[in-house]
Each structure stands twice: as structure tokens, then as C-alpha cells.
């Protein structure tokens, strides 16, 4: 069974940062693509950021450029977004997902999301 | 950047109802169009990938189809466990952007 599990999440001050964890399992991690999406409260999903299997191709949201960074340890299925010069307006639920396969950008299971809140 | 508009924003429908849910492309994304159910506080599902392929274990009363920039989501027969909020997304270049999202509430 497809098993995704965020971390990472909780209380920041703005300009602060924060690192988020995705361990998988029950899949071979290296061999699929991975992507972070974002539910602030109150509004729809907002795609954050992607990264291929072999992390060639990486690719963020206007929003986070420059900001957040995207990462995975094929050996320690792991997947990280690292989450700098945090707003307010970051503060949302974050969900890891997989592609359907090492380069996809469809979406076929999901974590359970980690809630992070910048506030002061 | 491609946008993404869906509509309607919300519908109120029965059990046993069909619905459509529509989105649109601000640019042609090919079949490059996903579709997913969403339920507060849960992971959200695919249920639609390539505009028209049924994902894994979805029930077959979903179907989607379109091409090019307009798009629909069909459930033919809704269930009480299709009351959830649907949102599209291209999936063609980056930003991988998702519509707004349509919420499908009971009537």
C-alpha cells in the first residue's frame, strides 16, 4: 500500500523557516516523480512545487520562487521542501503527492497534509 | 501562465443525479487535464487523468472528456460519497495550475 507521510508542519513567525518532510512507502520511491501542493484556509489547491525522479527537472510557483526549495533522498524515500522568508499568506495545509511515474504531473496519491501557520 | 476557470463555483444536486462540471484552459493544454475530489480534511483523490482515463479504483459513474481547452467532469449517478469539492488541473507546463474548484453540496 501507497503510504505518504508529511512533517514538519507548525507555528512561524513571518520571515521565519521551515523544513517539510514527506517519507514514502510501500512504492519504489526513486522511480516516480513528487510534488507539493498547498490548501490555505478557506481556498482551493494551489500547486507549490515538482521534482522528477532523478531531480533533472524542478520546478516551483511564481509564489515560492526564490523562496522555498524542493529536494528527496532517493535512498531514504524521502522527499523535503525547505521554506524560507515564510508570509502569512504561506500559512495553508501541505500536501506531498506522486506522479504516475518518474517525469508525471499527475497526481495519483496523496499525503495526509502538515499545517503550516506563520503568524507572529 | 495557463489559467484555469471551472464552472459552476458550487451546485446543490440529489442522490441518484447526474452533474457536469466544466473547465477551460486559458490556453490549449492538449489532454494534459487531471481532475480530483477533495473532502475537508482528507487527502485529495484523482479520479480523471489525460482528460479522459479513469484513475485506479475510481467508480466507473466518473467519466471525463474534452480536449484542447474546454473540459467537463461527469458524475452520472451521484452517491452520498460524491459530496465533495472537484477541482481541474493541467498538468501540460509548469505552474501545474488547479482551477478553482466546484462544490457539489446537497440539495
Known amino acids: 500500500e501507497v503510504q505518504l507521510v508529511e512533517s514538519g508542519g507548525g507555528l512561524v513567525q513571518p520571515g521565519g523557516s521551515l523544513r517539510l518532510a514527506c517519507v514514502a512507502s510501500g512504492f519504489t520511491f526513486s522511480s516516480y516523480s513528487m510534488t507539493w501542493v498547498r490548501q490555505a484556509p478557506g481556498k482551493g489547491l494551489e500547486w507549490v512545487s515538482f521534482?522528477?525522479?532523478?531531480?533533472?527537472?524542478?520546478f516551483y510557483a511564481d509564489s515560492v520562487k526564490g523562496r522555498f526549495t524542493i529536494s528527496r533522498d532517493n535512498a531514504e524515500n524521502s522527499l523535503f521542501l525547505q521554506m524560507n522568508s515564510l508570509r502569512a499568506e504561506d500559512t495553508a495545509v501541505y500536501y506531498c503527492a506522486r506522479g504516475t511515474a518518474r517525469d508525471s504531473r499527475d497526481f495519483d496519491n496523496w499525503g495526509q497534509g502538515a499545517l503550516v501557520i506563520v503568524s507572529s | 501562465d495557463i489559467q484555469m476557470t471551472q464552472s459552476p463555483s458550487s451546485l446543490s444536486a440529489s442522490v441518484g443525479d447526474s452533474v457536469t462540471i466544466t473547465c477551460r484552459a486559458s490556453q490549449r493544454v492538449e489532454r494534459y487535464l487531471n481532475w480530483y475530489q477533495h473532502k475537508p480534511g482528507k487527502a485529495p483523490k484523482l479520479l480523471i487523468l489525460l482528460a479522459s482515463s479513469l484513475a485506479s479504483g475510481v467508480p466507473l459513474r466518473f467519466s471525463g472528456s474534452g480536449y484542447g481547452t474546454d473540459f467537463t467532469l461527469t458524475i452520472s449517478s451521484l452517491q452520498p460519497e460524491d459530496f465533495a469539492t472537484y477541482y481541474c488541473?493541467?498538468?501540460?507546463?509548469?505552474?501545474?495550475?488547479f482551477g478553482p474548484g466546484t462544490r457539489v453540496h446537497i440539495k
Open positions: 521534482i522528477n525522479n532523478s531531480t533533472s527537472m524542478i
Open positions: 488541473q493541467q498538468s501540460l507546463r509548469p505552474p501545474f495550475t
